[in-house]
């Protein structure tokens, strides 16, 4: 008796093959041009921090800045040409440029935001405006 593999989305596969395909061959979409570094973003009651890897970029290949209420940082990290390209069996890292942009909160001030870059980590720390932080208001008792 032979045994015989179940495979319960097989029937997809055209369906769902497609639309990879779709989504690779998408305009602007280039294997060695583009990249999204990931990011966390979280608050403090006097703050929101965003914290982006960026591994390998140097500082200066890093832009920030605001307009319009939204928050863009964009750079590039170059492929590294020690070896010729040819030589490589696999390239799972990414190169090539970047651009993340965040609407901003209204109760942000903007012209109090802050960036440090440390171990490949980008760190922008965006100050509340003053009415916006949480106050905590004294009862008295008579």
Request: net charge negative; hydrophobic share 30%; no cysteine.
């Amino acid at each position: 008796m032979r045994l015989k593999v179940w495979e319960p989305f097989r029937s997809f596969k055209p369906i769902y093959g497609d639309m990879e395909r779709w989504f690779d061959d998408a305009p602007g979409r280039d294997e060695e041009s583009t990249w999204r570094p990931n990011v966390d973003v979280y608050e403090t009651d006097g703050s929101y921090v965003l914290k982006a890897d960026l591994p390998g970029i140097n500082k200066e290949d890093i832009k920030i800045d605001v307009n319009d209420n939204t928050l863009t940082f964009k750079g590039e990290k170059k492929f590294e040409e020690k070896t010729e390209k040819d030589s490589y069996v696999r390239v799972e890292r990414s190169y090539g440029s970047f651009t993340r942009s965040f609407t901003l909160s209204d109760n942000v001030d903007a012209e109090n935001i802050k960036a440090s870059y440390k171990d490949g980590v980008l760190e922008i720390t965006l100050s509340k405006k003053e009415e916006a932080k949480p106050k905590e208001i004294n009862i008295e008792v008579n």
